[in-house]
Nanobody, 116 residues
Framework: QVQLVESGGGLVQPGGSLRLSCAAS????????MSWYRQVPGTVHNLVST????????TYLNSVKGRFTISRDNAKSTVYLQMNDLKPEDTATYYC?????????WGQGTQVTVSS
């Protein structure tokens, strides 16, 4: 079992920045590929970014490429999402996801609202 706790969400103006954090506990963090998803009410989760176990490889949703950066610190069992140049369409609840093999875990989500 892995417990995931997100933090760092909030209200920000367009063009602003936020850094989301997801702290993991319970199992060996470095065994899990980590991802950030986001969801707007009434829609499905959208995969925003993924980072491999070692952090060597990352992927991004096209609409966030060049603005968002995912990173991880295995020593701190934490994954981050640095979000720059935020746009109103980035408004969503952001969820942290840990996955290895057939095991998958989710955090409770953190709200990001981009509005002037």
């Amino acid at each position: 079992q892995v417990q995931l706790v997100e933090s760092g969400g909030g209200l920000v103006q367009p063009g602003g920045s936020l850094r989301l954090s997801c702290a993991a506990s319970g199992r060996t963090f470095s065994n899990y590929a980590m991802s950030w998803y986001r969801q707007v009410p009434g829609t499905v989760h959208n995969l925003v970014s993924t980072i491999t176990t070692t952090g060597v490889s990352t992927t991004y949703l096209n609409s966030v490429k060049g603005r968002f950066t995912i990173s991880r610190d295995n020593a701190k069992s934490t994954v981050y999402l640095q979000m720059n140049d935020l746009k109103p369409e980035d408004t969503a609840t952001y969820y942290c996801n840990a996955r290895t093999g057939t095991n998958e875990y989710w955090g409770q989500g953190t709200q990001v609202t981009v509005s002037s």
